[in-house]
């Protein structure tokens, strides 16, 4: 991807279109490098790289759950919180159904289907976040109160080291 031209995903749309302020970080997209590999490109810290995960509970029904680079979802915890027995990561070809996006390219704005989105609660206490935009190797810094404000997750603790 040419690093001046801004790919024009359903995110960067949504974003837009809410007015929110963000910059733009095209990057070297590593297979398998998660959000490490943003981190040491651009030399932030990897709790402030976000990570966008399409989980689903017992029932089949998706959710979207941001968590801090660093850290893992801790799903019995997460299921606990949403009054359900089981929840687990979906499939590749699943989160790319409920999504829209490529698994490494997915983003929480502009999803094909509309979830509910639990984000990790100390997210929201960063000055800044860097998520995905909507295609591998592609991410976006904006304020956290901007990612609030758009899709109105709800806080939760289930993170682990």
């Known amino acids: 991807m040419s690093r001046d031209k801004t790919p024009m995903t359903p ?27 943003f981190a040491r490109e651009f030399g932030v810290d990897e709790h402030a790289v976000i990570k966008t995960l399409i989980m689903e509970d017992d029932a089949k029904k998706p959710l979207v759950v941001l968590m801090h680079g660093d850290r893992e979802v801790s799903t019995k915890e997460l299921a606990r919180v949403r009054g359900v027995k089981t929840v687990q990561p979906c499939a590749p070809e699943t989160a ?7 698994v490494g390219g997915t983003s929480p704005f502009g999803m094909r289907k509309a979830m509910p989105v639990y984000i990790e609660e100390t997210i929201l206490e960063l000055p800044r976040i860097y998520i995905n935009g909507g295609k591998r190797g592609f991410l976006v810094g904006l304020d956290p109160k901007g990612l609030a404000r758009v899709l109105k997750p709800t806080s939760v603790t289930v993170a682990v080291p």
């Open 96 to 102: 790319e159904r409920h999504s829209g996006y490529m």
């Open 11 to 37: 995110a960067v749309r949504v974003l837009r279109q809410a007015g929110v302020d963000f910059t733009e970080h095209p990057y070297t997209y590593i297979e398998r490098g998660g959000t490490a590999s």
